[in-house]
């Protein structure tokens, strides 16, 4: 709207200007016309041709030079009608509409930044990053499904499920055996505490139900045992049956077959009680290396994923450490058992006696991990 009423009001002067022009002389009168008219008409060629048509009429006008001068004077404020052109800066201000495609492009470049919102977009992978959580078999610190026996001592008392051995220490059982409410694996409030006294064995036994299963926990021991050359035993698969007891004494660390996982020459092993045959973790091709150096060694104060599948059946055992296979532990020809109890706490044959923690203790008729 204001740049219509500056072409209308120079309009009006120009031909106020021409009327003067009109009453002036021809030759002034057409050199100041043609000066304005070369100035108007560039004018007009910019500012549109309104302002050319204005120019002939000031070629039409008078001798009055001086007027004309003056016009062209006045077509020079035109130039700066020119500078008006420069109001063409307001089509700059079209440069304006383009600014306000730049703006747009900002706007844009807002968007990207918005994409940098997209970045929040990584919270949205961090909700994938829960996903994974997800993936987990089963959930940190909670029992597998039917499992045959689990305790997460989590309620900081002994499983009710669990027998303490040797029978006749079960009335100061709370000597050895203890819920520690200071440490548990996976960051959990509570673990089981053995603490060996002056008798060889420490041990809670659970009753399998089946001779075929997975025994699965977290271990801890207070010193290495890669320091230990004795002979020690953490867990033991028992049957009973294989010198003709029942379960009621099977916990009993002088009946049945056990099959032992402990420590020897500063490793772990496996251990065989009826004959004491043994294997290192060391072992290549089932012969060990007692060197009191290599095989699968536990650190102090250091939590550890130990696995075992006692197959009685088939003769067999497999240990795993951390979900990787001991493969030197690994035994076949061993049985056929019929294993009906699991034992674990802390039996000393020599080694070195010290604290044994335990967490998260399942028997399971499947592999499932550490929990």
Not at 115 to 135: K, R
Not at 219 to 241: K, L
């Amino acid at each position: 709207m204001r740049l219509a009423f500056g072409l209308s009001t120079l309009s009006l002067v120009a031909l106020s200007l021409g009327s003067l022009g009109c009453a002036g002389g021809s030759s002034s009168g057409g050199t100041g016309g043609n000066a304005a008219t070369g100035t108007g008409g560039n004018s007009g060629g910019t500012g549109g041709s309104g302002t050319g048509t204005g120019g002939n009429v000031s070629g039409a006008g008078g001798s009055v030079g001086t007027g004309g001068s003056a016009s062209g004077t006045g077509g020079n404020v035109a130039t700066g009608g020119t500078t008006g052109t420069g109001g063409n800066v307001s089509t700059g201000g079209v440069s304006g509409t383009g600014g306000s495609g730049t703006g747009g492009n900002i706007g844009a470049t807002g968007g990207s930044g918005g994409s940098t919102s997209t970045g929040g977009s990584t919270g949205t992978g961090g909700g994938a990053g829960g996903t994974t959580g997800t993936g987990g078999s089963v959930v940190t610190g909670q029992c597998p499904a039917n499992a045959i026996f689990c305790a997460t001592f989590e309620n900081g008392q002994l499983p009710s499920g669990a027998t303490f051995y040797p029978a006749y220490q079960q009335s100061t059982m709370s000597t050895y055996v203890s819920v520690d409410a200071t440490v548990g694996a996976n960051g959990s409030a509570h673990s089981l505490k053995v603490t060996p006294g002056s008798n060889f064995s420490q041990m809670l036994g659970v009753p399998t139900t089946v001779s075929s299963f997975w025994a699965t926990m977290y271990i801890r021991s207070d010193i290495d045992t890669s320091t230990v050359s004795g002979h020690d035993t953490f867990v033991a698969g028992i049957d009973d049956s294989a010198n003709g007891g029942t379960l009621t004494d099977a916990g009993d660390p002088n009946n049945g077959e056990a099959i032992r996982i402990g420590e020897h020459e500063c490793q772990l092993e496996i251990n065989r009680k009826s004959d004491d045959k043994e294997v290192l973790s060391d072992a290549v091709n089932g012969t060990s290396n007692y060197t009191c150096a290599g095989g699968v060694t536990f650190s102090k104060d250091v939590w550890y994923c130990l696995e075992i599948f006692y197959d009685g059946p088939n003769s067999a055992v497999q240990v795993y450490v951390n979900g990787t296979q001991a493969t030197g532990l690994a035994v076949t020809g061993w049985g056929p058992y019929n294993y009906d109890m699991f034992k674990f706490g802390f039996e000393n044959y020599g080694g070195t006696a010290r604290n044994i923690w335990y967490d998260d203790v399942a028997i399971t008729k499947s592999k499932v991990g550490c929990f």
